[in-house]
């Protein structure tokens, strides 16, 4: 009988089997047979209701010249805006009100994440003539500046996201630009700015610049995203802002409603928010109720759009209410028509007597 060897081939060590599979991997990349993928995927920064400002404050805003806006804007804590007659604005200007108040605090959380990002590349402080990929950077001396031109490679990646962070400051200098290639965005830009950022004369920045204290932009200088300044003011002078956005959001109004509008003092008084969006969908996120410019406390809206607050504390008089929707990414903030309310005072006596007749000194009294 013949016999028959089987021969086993011994199994690779897994060393070389990961080599193997590094080489060829490499070899492939070489070959541009796969997508640059380093940094894919990313998400952009989380703004929340920040997202709908094209110029948002700590402090105050100061204009001078025709600015153009587009994009609502806002200032909180320090309501305070100037020169606002020569600004052309496409928006809502908040000022310091409930939405600029959801907004900054949504900006600090923003704020916050762009700073963990990494990990982060280290690049040049000055960043003319660099082209840089998708991805995170800082610089060996923690500021940033653009003294002529700056290219972002998107990589035709989907939604590539760029996020550059500063210890201190971001300066660019007269007629600097910042230019987006192959898919870059400039709602997927963000500039993380530990101090203040200066922008130069007639210079174009592209992304949202979120400074932990001010933006100043100087004459004639552009800006394709967002001014937002946690704690310090945004300064302009004939200046073009447009938002940014990669999806626009939708349009909303905001509807109030009172089961009565007269109650008794003590009485429960329950105030009804309607919040419906332009494009038939349902809107979700909060809404603050207002008895002028106090604040009555906040709702969440329900799956039909709607929320309720019932509260008691309303003092004998007359009130004016409102309601604001505060917005959430994709959905427009709004605020809606005034509702008057009436609370009347402890019913009067049924049978008040008369007040006693004063006695006159001298006068004698007659009883009887």
Request: hydrophobic share 35%; proline share 7%.
């Amino acid at each position: 009988m013949r016999s028959t060897t089987t021969r086993r081939t011994p199994p690779c060590a897994p060393w070389r089997l990961l080599a193997a599979i590094g080489a060829s991997v490499a070899t492939v990349a070489a070959l541009g047979l796969f997508p640059a993928t380093a940094h894919a995927g990313t998400p952009g920064v989380g703004l929340g209701t920040a997202d709908n400002f094209a110029v948002l404050a700590g402090s105050g805003i100061t204009n001078t010249g025709p600015t153009t806006i587009t994009g609502d804007v806002g200032t909180f804590p320090t309501p305070t805006e100037s020169g606002f007659g020569s600004v052309t604005l496409t928006g809502t200007n908040h000022a310091g009100n409930a939405v600029t108040k959801q907004a900054k605090a949504d900006l600090v959380t923003a704020y916050v994440d762009a700073a963990g990002r990494g990990p982060t590349t280290e690049v040049a402080t000055d960043l003319s003539g660099q082209t840089l990929s998708p991805g995170t950077y800082d610089s060996a001396n923690g500021a940033f500046g653009n003294t002529g031109v700056l290219t972002l490679d998107g990589q035709n990646q989907t939604n590539p996201v760029f996020i550059f962070h500063t210890a201190s400051t971001l300066i660019t200098a007269s007629a600097s630009t910042v230019v987006l290639i192959n898919g870059a965005d400039a709602c997927n830009v963000y500039w993380k700015i530990g101090s203040s950022a200066t922008l130069g004369t007639a210079s174009n920045l592209r992304g949202t610049v979120m400074a932990l204290t001010s933006i100043t932009m100087n004459t004639g200088a552009t800006l394709e995203g967002r001014a937002l300044a946690r704690n310090g003011a945004v300064t302009m002078d004939t200046n073009t802002i447009t938002r940014s956005a990669c999806t626009e959001p939708a349009t909303t109004s905001t509807a109030i409603d009172s089961s009565e509008t007269t109650t008794e003092t003590g009485e429960p008084a329950t105030i009804t928010a309607t919040v419906t969006a332009d494009d038939a969908t349902t809107p979700p996120g909060t809404v603050e109720f207002f008895d002028g410019d106090t604040s009555l406390g906040t709702a969440p809206l329900g799956a039909d759009g709607t929320a309720e607050l019932t509260t008691t504390e309303l003092d004998s008089g007359t009130h004016t209410i409102t309601v604001v929707y505060l917005g959430t990414p994709g959905f427009g903030s709004s605020t809606s028509t005034e509702l008057t309310h009436t609370v009347l005072g402890p019913n009067a006596p049924a049978n008040p007597q008369a007040p006693a007749a004063p006695v006159i000194p001298g006068t004698p009294r007659f009883t009887g």
